[in-house]
Nanobody
Framework: VQLQASGGGLVQAGGSLRLSCGASGRSLSPYHMGWFRQVPGKEREFVAAITWSGGSTYYADSVKGRFTISRDNAKNLVYLQMNSLKPEDTAVYYC???????????????????WGLGTLVTVSS
């Protein structure tokens, strides 16, 4: 599965961005999806995840109440709506996919099989 994240850019603190993740030639509907972010010199950090059906979502404490993950399986897209952005949200954001598995750890990048190229989000103060 080849994933592609888009929608990053430069935004002022307090602003909003919506990231999208798509896959060409492959349906994302069977996969759980996640968003992670990474800054240079640090480990990749969990941001949010959503089950294949969209019935359950998971968030890092640092983004809870500000970010919303959603999916539109008809459009084959997964979204990350980011509101009230802070300078510390600055990072490269990656989307990831994984088939459903028993006992998965939603928060670990090791739980996701497929990764896309990231999109840079820069939040200025």
């Amino acid at each position: 599965v080849q994933l592609q994240a888009s929608g990053g850019g430069l935004v002022q603190a307090g602003g909003s961005l919506r990231l999208s993740c798509g896959a060409s030639g492959r349906s994302l509907s069977p996969y759980h999806m996640g968003w992670f972010r990474q800054v240079p010199g640090k480990e990749r950090e969990f941001v949010a995840a959503i089950t294949w059906s969209g019935g359950s979502t998971y968030y890092a404490d640092s983004v809870k109440g500000r970010f919303t993950i959603s999916r539109d399986n008809a459009k084959n897209l997964v979204y990350l709506q980011m509101n009230s952005l802070k300078p510390e949200d600055t990072a490269v954001y990656y989307c990831a996919a994984d088939p459903p598995k028993y006992g998965r750890n939603w928060y670990s990048p090791k739980s996701y099989t497929y990764w896309g190229l990231g999109t840079l989000v820069t939040v200025s103060s």
